[in-house]
Each structure stands twice: as structure tokens, then as C-alpha cells.
Nanobody, 119 residues
Framework: QVQLVESGGGLVQAGGSLRLSCAAS????????MGWYRQVPGLQRELVAS???????TYVDFVKGRFTISRDNAKNTVYLQMNSLKPEDTAVYFC?????????????WGQGTQVTVSS
């Protein structure tokens, strides 16, 4: 079994910052890419940022320059530093990881953490 547990969500005023964390645990052989998605009720889940095992990052345009994704491979943890938050960033944020368990690789998801940005 593999679990991803997120933390760090909450309520913040526009212009403020939050740092999300997501720790993977369980029968993990290795982890390839890790990332963050977000979802607003009634809309599809959308990619926010991703990071490879080697540290190569990808961001969607609407967070470039404001959000920073990073990871600690020794701790199987991915972070999302969110600065200059806007009300439109309000969503449930989910972490994901492509985890190898023995010979099989598949994506795992966290349970989600709510981020609310007030105007």
C-alpha cells in the first residue's frame, strides 16, 4: 500500500502565501514524477506543477512566477510554495506521484487539501 498525505492548506488573504506538503509512504521502490493538481467544484482537475526525480520542473502559465514546486527525494515529499495568491487560486489541491512498487509503476493521489484565498 502507498499513501500520499497532504498538509498546509487553509485560508489566506489575497497576496498572501501558503506552503503545501505531500509525503508518500508505504511499500515504495522509487518515485518518478511528483506533482500538484487543483480542482474547483464542477470543473475538471487541472495540473498546476510537476517535478521529476532529477528536479526538472514544469508549471502552467497561470502560476509561473508565483508558485514553486520542489521535492525531497530522501523524504519522498513534494512541496508547493504558493506566493502572491489570488482569489482564483481557491481550489482543492491534490498531490500525485508516479510510484514504483516492485516492478509496477502507477500514479497515486492524495486526499486533497483546501486552499481558500479571500479578496
Amino acid at each position: 500500500q502507498v499513501q500520499l498525505v497532504e498538509s498546509g492548506g487553509g485560508l489566506v488573504q489575497a497576496g498572501g502565501s501558503l506552503r503545501l506538503s505531500c509525503a508518500a509512504s508505504g511499500s515504495i521502490s522509487s518515485i518518478n514524477a511528483m506533482g500538484w493538481y487543483r480542482q474547483v467544484p464542477g470543473l475538471q482537475r487541472e495540473l498546476v506543477a510537476s517535478v521529476t526525480y532529477g528536479g526538472t520542473t514544469t508549471y502552467v502559465d497561470f502560476v509561473k512566477g508565483r508558485f514553486t514546486i520542489s521535492r525531497d527525494n530522501a523524504k519522498n515529499t513534494v512541496y508547493l510554495q504558493m506566493n502572491s495568491l489570488k482569489p482564483e487560486d481557491t481550489a482543492v489541491y491534490f498531490c500525485t506521484a508516479d510510484v514504483r512498487v516492485n516492478l509496477a509503476v502507477r500514479p497515486y493521489w492524495g486526499q486533497g487539501t483546501q486552499v481558500t484565498v479571500s479578496s
